[in-house]
């Protein structure tokens, strides 16, 4: 194929994809299963790497202490996305070291993680509860030097109830309570069920009714625990980038073989760019696949990075005359 004649059939290609037409999924979905998979390894691969560089910012943030690494990834991946930003100071400033020390004290991380978030600030200071959280948060901001972000740091608006900030610390501060060896025991998960094992916590009765949606208190009394689906995707996001990204560190290769094994034993998410795929045939079987084609249409198709993509040069050789 002459340089004229890729340069329209990727031209084509964007069209298609501005359209939100799927002419690469059909394509894919046509293949057979060998020639697919062949392209998903090198696209997962590539999302692999992409996120490697994003867990050596966060090493680098961390002072290349690995368990800060793994604290600061795992606020990161358990709020949403409006306030990965506040996770992340919050991390800064109540650094997992300090959660670990006191972890078998009962409610400290709680009171660290929400004292330091600014999040009691939200709830009333005669509630019993409250009164205690904020007590001991005074208790270890002076021993620790901990300094509050203001309540205003943390968007509520638009967020799920299932992932409002004070839960899903209050989640954390159940999670950081269990174990010591935290960071060990994620770079052990091989199974989805290692990983629900792990990562699915439930947080403290108290908050089964008090939680704040909408600047109201929940009435409904259900237990707040971090559900299948989420360790899922901390599975994905979280535990096999980290075991990749390690191996990778200390060139450990079967860390890495371990985090491509893990995501074939992780099924794939359910988004919409995974119903964009489906129409077009694609069924991806696990989140290694779902990875892939990921990578496909974030990085490539709304990218406009046709002539980077082994899927559209895939497509110009079967073209080729």
């Not at 909408?214 to 979280?238: M, V, Y």
């Not at 760019?273 to 045939?281: E, L, V």
Request: proline share 4%.
């Amino acid at each position: 194929m002459h340089d004229e004649e890729r340069h329209n059939l990727y031209a084509r290609l964007l069209a298609d994809a501005e359209s939100g037409s799927v002419t690469c999924g059909t394509f894919l979905a046509s293949l057979p299963p060998l020639d697919r998979s062949h392209l998903y390894i090198k696209l997962l691969y590539e999302r692999l790497e992409r996120k490697l560089k994003r867990v050596e910012e966060l090493h680098t943030m961390a002072d290349g202490h690995w368990t800060q690494t793994f604290y600061l990834l795992y606020l990161r991946t358990l709020g949403d996305i409006q306030n990965q930003p506040a996770y992340l100071e919050l991390a800064r400033r109540a650094p997992l070291q300090i959660l670990l020390r006191e972890r078998l004290i009962p409610h400290a991380i709680e009171s660290i993680l929400l004292g330091t978030a600014g999040l009691l600030d939200l709830y009333d200071a005669e509630d019993d509860h409250i009164a205690y959280l904020r007590r001991e948060f005074d208790h270890y901001a002076a021993k620790y030097s901990l300094e509050p972000m203001e309540a205003s740091s943390w968007v509520y608006q638009q967020v799920r109830p299932a992932n409002h900030p004070v839960l899903r610390l209050a989640q954390a501060a159940a999670f950081f309570s269990r174990y010591a060896s935290l960071f060990d025991q994620m770079l052990m998960c091989r199974t989805a069920e290692e990983v629900e094992d792990l990562f699915c916590v439930e947080a403290d009765p108290y908050w089964n009714s008090r939680l704040k949606v909408d600047e109201e208190e929940t009435s409904r009394h259900t237990p707040k625990r971090l559900g299948r689906f989420k360790a899922q995707i901390i599975g994905i996001n979280l535990v096999a980038i980290l075991q990749y990204a390690y191996g990778s560190y200390c060139g450990q290769e079967h860390l890495r073989d371990r985090a491509i094994a893990l995501l074939e034993h992780l099924p794939p998410e359910d988004n919409r760019y995974m119903r964009i795929w489906r129409q077009a045939g694609l069924r991806p079987r696990d989140s290694f696949e779902s990875q892939a084609l990921l990578q496909l249409i974030t990085e490539h198709c709304q990218q406009q990075g046709c002539a980077s993509c082994c899927v559209a040069r895939e497509i110009a050789r079967r073209l080729r005359p």
